[in-house]
């Protein structure tokens, strides 16, 4: 276990004035995930999606500002291999940090599992999110073409990796 974190699978943080406390998803907590999809994206995951996320070889953690889901990531696991799926923050909350300290909760716990990468895909034209990943060491390492909904097309997505090499599994 990590500083912070306990045996309930909850940890806290401090984030400006507040605490952002990490817990594992739930069935229970699909509205709010919904409802914070809805205020961050165009194109929303639907119901069906973020359920599935919630099963077997996923991995769901949530960011709570006292009793308030305020963000979540979603990733799957194959063998030493982290997908990272989705980083979805609450429009109301965002530039608090709270995306960033999501990918760190998920960088961290890939690194517990000693995972060898995670890997990651991102809208071509999210500058944010770019420069958010690259700033945490993940690298462009190829493209897929059409592969997000548009309004008029399909966009292009690019596909990042982080490397967990030897030195950051044995900095845990």
Known sequence: ???????????????????????????????????IEASGYQFPWTQRLLEGCLGVGHDAWGGWFESELVGFVLSSTVLDEIHLLNICVDARCHNRGIGRRLLRHLIARAQRQQAAWILLEVRASNAGALALYESEGFAVIGERPGYYQGIDQREDALVMKLALGEELRSSR
Not at 8 to 14: L, P, V
């Open 1 to 35: 276990m990590s500083a912070g974190e306990s045996s309930a699978g909850t940890y806290s943080q401090r984030v400006g004035a507040q605490d952002l406390v990490f817990r594992e998803l739930t069935h229970q907590d699909l509205p709010a995930m919904e409802a």
